[in-house]
């Protein structure tokens, strides 16, 4: 459960999931066919430097987190949505930001359980926190997302979508 003091992949998800269009479609496909944002960010990262998952690759990710997920992210996820529905009168007190912020640090284990697993995997032989790409990885972004959605829905998301966006260098705003 360690967290990774250096996770490229937490410093993407910052920055592409801060963008409100992506978080839309993110929240979207979770609310519709019951997506993972985590995994689907995590397409998007990787086919953001080229990178290209497999069926072995997603079987893995998902292993790697299921746990967790089940038992932290989840139950917190429904904790959040439970106070923000029954008790929106509530919302200026602090223990909802509570619930969200804790939310939020599973959510960071998640991605370094990820992370963690691709570089062990695959080690230096793929660059997960290059700066200096040249080429966008647009189209290793679509093949990861539309494997991942391919197994649970229909789906299929285009270079239109909000989720293509090939920046790997991008790092958070202080």
């Known amino acids: 459960m360690s967290q990774l003091a250096d996770n490229p992949f937490w410093d993407y998800s910052l920055v592409h999931y801060g963008r409100s269009e992506v ?41 790697v987190i299921r746990d967790w997920n089940e038992q932290v992210v989840e139950p917190l996820r429904g904790v959040r949505r439970f106070v923000r529905s029954e008790f929106a009168g509530f919302a200026d007190q602090e223990w ?9 640090r599973a959510e960071r284990v998640v991605q370094n359980r ?19 790409r040249s080429e966008p990885g647009g189209e290793q972004q679509l093949q990861n997302l539309n494997l991942y959605l391919s197994r649970t829905s229909d789906i299929t998301i285009n270079y239109g979508s909000p989720l293509v966006w090939p920046v790997a260098s991008a790092k958070p705003k202080n």
Do not use: I, M
């Open 23 to 63: 978080a839309r479609a993110c929240l979207e496909l979770q609310e519709g066919v019951g997506a993972n944002v985590n995994l689907v960010l995590f397409c998007c990262w990787l086919g953001s430097f080229g990178q290209v998952l497999t069926v072995q690759d997603l079987d893995e990710a998902e292993e």
């Open 96 to 104: 909802p930001q509570e619930v969200k912020q804790l939310e939020l």
């Open 114 to 132: 990820l992370c963690n697993w691709w570089q062990t995997k695959y080690g230096s032989s793929r660059d997960t926190g290059s700066t200096n």
